[in-house]
């Protein structure tokens, strides 16, 4: 056996043995997509009055701010769309807080650094700041008026002057709080502010609602600390809808549903088994037509198949039946390039050709087809995701990503394990064969 052939062989089994350790590891599950479990569905529309013009700019940034806080939730293969020129159509497959990710789509998340002087706030507190014009939500809510409108205080910085935001816990037993830091620009302000008002509060309010009230004991610049006895989920929502920004336009919601699966267990378990009975076609065929190289090319499919399976709970990709459509397609194409070789190993042997040297020109010779047809492929899905993501097509998407992956595993496996197989069973064995040509369909 020489020694590359040694190498590689070795190396498959090792990259087999971890591919079908990953696919049978259940802390690795599978993440089936909305049309397989069924999720969330929120329709958002713009919160303004119906003669004031909503501008594109604005839907589609909003758009955009949510999308980035729903994958911040880890949900897997969102569809974040516009609808019109007014709605935002949210679906999020396989949601367990229904409730949370509503209120964090929906959130404004409009933070102030408040100067109320010599006044400490208590957290909950209703309060009118310089940029609320009229009074508070909340106050309203709670049956305030307006004929005794609260003091109104001064903002000195909002949640725009954030940069980035993260959870952390305080002390022993403490709770949860968020750490900011600024942009360079508004350090500046925020450093002048602390240093001049020593001993006075700065108020911290999200939505025109007090967070906490901190007396400023020293000079603040770059990164500063929201405190307000969270817990750990309600720090990671408030961190996600400050890393992600205020949405540039209200939103209300229009309507929101759960939905089931679309396919159901009946034809998720049609579609697994058609899948099944189209490879073993595909096996059966490559056996009976090309008989020993055809064992050998069924043996890396097979590879081919639990390389996929495992790269998918590897990278979470989202199961969708477009997704699984694009899996079994590229094992098509897997096939499709073990014919190639084989046919010109076979063209070669029937010119007169020895088996071993059949063996290396029709690799050769059939890579270069190979390769062009898989790169076509390629460009291809790369388009198709391009479109998705643009125009929120994801199920387009998920097609164009399994593809992907599977195109590029069936280049190792049609070329590299058949390659090692057929060099070790078939080269080992070329004299004995070179006499039974029928095992090699010639």
Not at 132 to 141: A, F, K, R, T, Y
Not at 351 to 378: K, M, P, Q, Y
């Amino acid at each position: 056996m020489p020694r590359r052939d040694f190498l590689w062989f070795l190396f498959i089994l090792l990259l087999t043995g971890a591919a079908g350790w990953m696919a049978l590891n259940p802390d690795y599950p599978v993440q089936p997509g909305l049309d397989l479990q069924g999720g969330l569905q929120v329709l958002l529309e713009a919160d303004v009055p119906p003669d004031r013009p909503v501008e594109r700019e604005q839907m589609d940034t909003s758009r955009q701010i949510i999308s980035q806080r729903v994958n911040a939730l880890g949900v897997a293969e969102p569809l974040i769309q516009l609808e019109g020129e007014r709605r935002i159509l949210v679906e999020l497959p396989g949601i367990d807080n229904p409730d949370q990710a509503i209120e964090l789509i929906q959130g404004t998340a409009l933070l102030e650094f408040v100067d109320t002087g010599d006044q400490s706030l208590p957290p909950g507190m209703c309060v009118r700041t310089s940029l609320n014009d009229g009074p508070s939500p909340c106050e309203l809510q709670a049956g305030g008026t307006e004929s005794t409108p609260p003091p109104t205080y001064e903002t000195i910085l909002t949640g725009t002057a954030l940069e980035n935001a993260t959870v952390q816990q305080g002390g022993l037993g403490e709770s949860y709080q968020v750490v900011f830091d600024l942009q360079p620009e508004a350090a500046g302000i925020f450093e002048e502010f602390t240093r001049s008002h020593r001993g006075q509060f700065l108020t911290i309010v999200l939505d025109k609602q007090v967070i906490s009230s901190p007396q400023i004991e020293a000079v603040i610049s770059d990164v500063g600390t929201i405190t307000g006895a969270f817990t750990l989920e309600e720090a990671q929502q408030l961190a996600l809808q400050l890393r992600y920004g205020s949405l540039p336009i209200p939103l209300k919601i229009s309507s929101t549903r759960q939905i089931g699966a679309t396919l159901g267990a009946a034809s998720i378990e049609a579609s697994v088994q058609a899948g099944v009975i189209g490879v073993s076609i595909v096996l059966l065929f490559m056996l009976i037509y090309y008989r020993l190289p055809g064992v050998l090319a069924d043996v890396a499919l097979l590879i081919y198949a639990l390389l996929n399976f495992a790269l998918f709970k590897w990278l979470s990709v989202t199961l969708t039946l477009p997704a699984i459509t694009g899996f079994l397609l590229s094992t098509g194409m897997a096939v499709d390039a073990n014919i190639l070789v084989f046919e010109r190993i076979k063209e070669e042997i029937r010119e007169g050709g020895l088996l071993e040297e059949a063996i290396d020109v029709g690799f050769n010779r059939a890579w270069t087809s190979i390769r062009d047809s898989n790169v076509a492929t390629l460009v291809i899905c790369f388009i198709l995701w391009t479109f998705g993501r643009n125009f929120g097509a994801s199920i387009v998407q998920g097609f164009a990503l399994t593809l992907a992956i599977g195109v590029m595993i069936s280049m190792f496996t049609a070329v590299t394990v058949t390659r090692t197989f057929v060099r070790l069973v078939i080269g080992r064995a070329a004299g004995w064969l070179q006499e039974r040509k029928w095992l090699l369909a010639v």
